[in-house]
């Protein structure tokens, strides 16, 4: 049987913290990296040992996961001024499960692979919750070989496990998830404000509409959360909107119209305006609502 990988971890944050978690409690050794060490530290009580340096963690792991915000991050922590690439031994692997752009990656795999270290694009999608049950979409994009080398690692992360293609075509898939995930998100705020403005029972209406053709992971998870005024990030509006600037600028490349994901991003960008953007995604609701003049707030409860 092949050796395990020792696994590095960098970038311990709302997805970051509860994969690392996953990857130890399936038995793998896992050292972990965060630019703010708290976030890191409390990995200890679950198995993870924590790094002081980027270096270090390159140098403690066959296979480095990268799970930060946007594409200058990882740009940074690979290639940055003590940066993994520096460090990581040739024959090692790079997974980074961020969400960045496309071309951006196709360009780090290559300089990478110059330095003999084989990348993956394996961003994801599930949300926290998906982290935390390690039951994450995984849309990966490179080399079969290095894709099937971390096949064990993914599966202790998620469960619907995919090559898209060369690399980028990971990123490129994330990026039509997310085209789905906005305008959906978009048309359940516009549900529930206009359910609200005709005086419907708001849970009622979810729970009435969700087995029919209407229904949706938004609608189910999301829909209610709207209505019970819980706007803590899953996913924070303004990770959204580096997604719908990356769908929109790769979008513009081949003029693409992308009519539901423009306005998608307005509605967002709104919110931003309203100072919201670390607030999860269903804070969409809120520009609906300030155009309309209507709050999609459930009053007390279906009976
Ligand atoms: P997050 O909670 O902000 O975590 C990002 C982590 O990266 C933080 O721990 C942060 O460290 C670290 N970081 C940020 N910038 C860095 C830099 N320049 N150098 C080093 N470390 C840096 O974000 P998240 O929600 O986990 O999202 C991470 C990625 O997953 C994003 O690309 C996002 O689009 C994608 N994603 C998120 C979800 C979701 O539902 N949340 C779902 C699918 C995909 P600090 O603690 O110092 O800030």
Known sequence: MAERESIGFVGTGIMGAPMARNLAKAGFQVTAYNRTAAKAEALREHGVAVAGSLAEVARSASVVITMVPDT????AVVEGEGGLAEAMAPGSALVDMSTISPGETRALAERLAGRGVAMLDAPVSGGSWGAEQGTLTIMAGGERETFERCMPVFEAMGKTI??????????????????LVAG???????????????GADLLRTIEAVSGGAAGSWQLANLGPRMARRD?????????????????LEAAQERHTPLAITSLARQY???VEAMGL????????VKAV??????????EGGAD
């Open 72 to 75: 200058p991050d990882a740009l």
């Open 162 to 179: 995919t090559l898209m293609g060369p690399s980028g075509m990971g990123q490129t898939t994330k990026l039509v998830n997310q085209i």
């Open 184 to 198: 959906t998100c978009a048309a359940v705020a516009e549900a529930l404000v206009f359910a609200a403005s005709q």
């Open 231 to 247: 706007f803590a990030p899953g996913f924070m509006v303004k990770l959204q909107q580096k997604d719908l600037r990356l769908i």
């Open 268 to 270: 967002l960008t709104a």
């Open 277 to 284: 953007g670390d607030e999860g995604t269903q804070a969409v």
């Open 289 to 298: 609502e300030a155009l309309a003049g209507v709050e999609a707030r459930q």
